[in-house]
Nanobody, 121 residues
Framework: QLQASGGGLAQAGDSLRLSCAASGRTVDSYTMAWFRQAPGKEREFVAL????????DYADSVKGRFTISRDGAKNTVYLQMNNLKPEDTAVYSCAAKLGFPRYSADRYDYWGQGTLVTVSS
């Protein structure tokens, strides 16, 4: 089970940190990712961290602003979001998959419920 939290209301330029706590499985055993879905839009890839934890990747729209990380001891994955923009407004969900990193949501096996991030200008 994956439990996402940390969303809320922010102003442009603010920072938020999302957390994805895992239970029943360890984050170190999976490729972990964040996806987001804005109102009226399809779900899109945001960031991932590889099973080994040595590789990360980001959507172009968030590169340089967002950072994904994980804490094995806390069994939690984080998404640090800096310099937020109104276009970052979306429901953010964490996901896990076995094996190699993939960018398509349908390749992920486990999902947490979303957490809403709203950024005002």
């Amino acid at each position: 089970q994956l439990q996402a939290s940390g969303g809320g209301l922010a102003q442009a330029g603010d920072s938020l940190r999302l957390s994805c706590a895992a239970s029943g499985r360890t984050v170190d055993s999976y490729t972990m990712a964040w996806f987001r879905q804005a109102p009226g839009k399809e779900r899109e890839f945001v960031a991932l961290i590889s099973l080994s934890g040595t590789s990360t990747d980001y959507a172009d729209s968030v590169k340089g602003r967002f950072t994904i990380s994980r804490d094995g001891a806390k069994n939690t994955v984080y998404l640090q979001m800096n310099n937020l923009k109104p276009e970052d407004t979306a429901v953010y969900s964490c996901a896990a998959k076995l094996g190699f990193p993939r960018y398509s949501a349908d390749r992920y096996d486990y999902w947490g419920q979303g957490t809403l991030v709203t950024v005002s200008s």
